[in-house]
Antibody, heavy 119, light 113 residues
Framework: QVQLVQSGAEVKKPGSSVKVSCRASGGSFSTYAISWVRQAPGQGLEYMGGIIPMFNIANYEQKFQGRVTITADDSTGTGYMELSSLRSEDTAMYYC????????????WGQGTMVTVSS | DIVMTQSPDSLAVSLGERATINCKSSQSVLYSSNNNNFLAWYQQKPGQPPKLLINWASTRESGVPDRFSGSGSGTDFTLTISSLQAEDVAVYYCQQYYRTPLTFGQGTKVEIK
């Protein structure tokens, strides 16, 4: 059974960057889509973007264009999401999630990575 | 972007009673060539990531109790919990995956009355 294991919690200063990882264990990686979804405290789910490692082409929600970079390392089965120019509003739980294609539901989710932006 | 709007924002239902959540998309998520609706429902309990309950608008995921059902087509969809159990207390989200960005509804909180 495939699991997505994310990196640990981060505390960052405003204006800095954070890079969160998501490692797939127990199954195939490259042919699936890995997406990133964030959830601010007490709020709903917000799609940030995704990538299919085999094609290595990412798509981004327009709101995050220019600030987010989504990549994948097929050799290690790991996806990454880097968010720059952090501000307090970026404080949230960040999830990676797997889809069987670019336009499919997310059947497996990582456990989440809490990113806190505070001076 | 396709905007997903859920109603109500919250509801309280007695144990064993029916809970109904609605989801409306700003444009159709029905792919006419295969007649599939690109619509999913998720359940999120406190402190946990979301869990996929239903995709293609009405297909239950493996292991999901049959008291959960999805219906609808085009722009209007419904998630029904036929007999609410204590473990169903959660926030439920609909999501369209017809077009990127893959947008979610704002969520519906289900509680016990």
């Amino acid at each position: 059974q495939v699991q997505l294991v994310q990196s640990g919690a981060e505390v960052k200063k405003p204006g800095s960057s954070v890079k969160v990882s998501c490692r797939a264990s127990g199954g195939s990686f490259s042919t699936y889509a890995i997406s990133w979804v964030r959830q601010a405290p007490g709020q709903g789910l917000e799609y940030m973007g995704g990538i299919i490692p085999m094609f290595n082409i990412a798509n981004y929600e327009q709101k995050f264009q220019g600030r987010v970079t989504i990549t994948a390392d097929d050799s290690t089965g790991t996806g990454y999401m880097e968010l720059s120019s952090l501000r307090s509003e970026d404080t949230a739980m960040y999830y990676c999630a797997r889809g069987t294609g670019e336009r499919t539901a997310f059947d497996i989710w990582g456990q989440g990575t809490m990113v806190t932006v505070s001076s | 972007d396709i905007v997903m709007t859920q109603s109500p924002d919250s509801l309280a239902v007695s144990l064993g009673e029916r809970a109904t959540i609605n989801c409306k998309s700003s444009q159709s998520v029905l792919y006419s060539s295969n007649n599939n609706n690109f619509l999913a429902w998720y359940q999120q309990k406190p402190g946990q990531p979301p869990k996929l309950l239903i995709n293609w608008a009405s297909t239950r995921e493996s292991g999901v109790p049959d008291r959960f059902s999805g219906s609808g087509s085009g722009t209007d969809f419904t998630l029904t919990i036929s007999s609410l159990q204590a473990e169903d207390v959660a926030v439920y989200y609909c999501q369209q995956y017809y077009r990127t960005p893959l947008t979610f509804g704002q969520g519906t909180k289900v509680e016990i009355k």
